[in-house]
């Protein structure tokens, strides 16, 4: 390995062969490597479940599924950023591309100094907007984590009639001793409380 970073990968969509051989001769040229090109949104949306690209850059108006209702498709399976072209200011297909994975917009003849601009802008708020996607998650998942602690806390404070700081530290020297994270001794004591509650079998 000479420890350089691999070229960006890009799928390309254009239902016109001007348009995609433009794009093929020019992105190579820039540094990048085009590893998909397809005439339709579908086969940009077969094409993508095999070459797993970084960046997908594709035409808006093309016959079977147009670029939005592909990227939409794409980005159901895997998060990538999404880069369209179009010859056209459509009011209605710019209503309907603003999705959370289209990151940039070009217009046709594309000049190589805008298609640099966009491609690298595409990428970097494509890495903003998934660090704040896991931000967001990672905040979910420790709200849902604390209220289950504090389920297991009031469980503990009701079986061994502690107080609500010395239940905590019962908890958190449970988890300690044994290797064991917090949430995972939380879950294991609603569990046990569960078998506790449960009525007795009749006859």
Request: proline share 5%; glycine share 4%; hydrophobic share 45%.
């Amino acid at each position: 390995m000479n420890g350089l970073r691999r070229p960006l990968r890009i799928a390309l969509a254009d239902d016109e062969r001007d348009t995609r051989e433009f794009f093929q001769e020019l992105l190579p040229r820039l540094g990048y490597e085009v590893v998909t090109v397809a005439e339709t949104g579908r086969q940009l949306a077969d094409a993508c479940r095999s070459c797993q690209p970084d960046l997908v850059i594709t035409d808006i108006r093309m016959p079977d599924m147009d670029g939005i209702e592909a990227s939409d498709l794409i980005n159901r399976e895997r998060s990538l950023p999404v880069i369209l072209v179009s010859a056209f200011h459509d009011a209605d297909y710019l209503a309907r591309a603003e999705k959370d994975h289209i990151m940039a917009y070009l217009v046709k003849p594309v000049k190589p100094a805008d298609l640099v601009a966009a491609v690298s802008l595409a990428m970097m708020r494509f890495e903003h907007f998934q660090k704040l996607r896991q931000e967001a998650a990672s905040l979910r998942q420790a709200l849902e984590d604390r209220k289950v602690i504090e389920r297991a806390k009031g469980v503990v404070m009701r079986r061994a009639g502690l107080d609500e700081p010395e239940a905590f530290r019962r908890l958190q020297k449970v988890a300690s001793d044994h290797n064991f994270k917090l949430i995972e001794i939380a879950h294991a004591i609603l569990t046990s409380e569960e078998v506790y509650q449960m009525p007795p079998r009749a006859g």
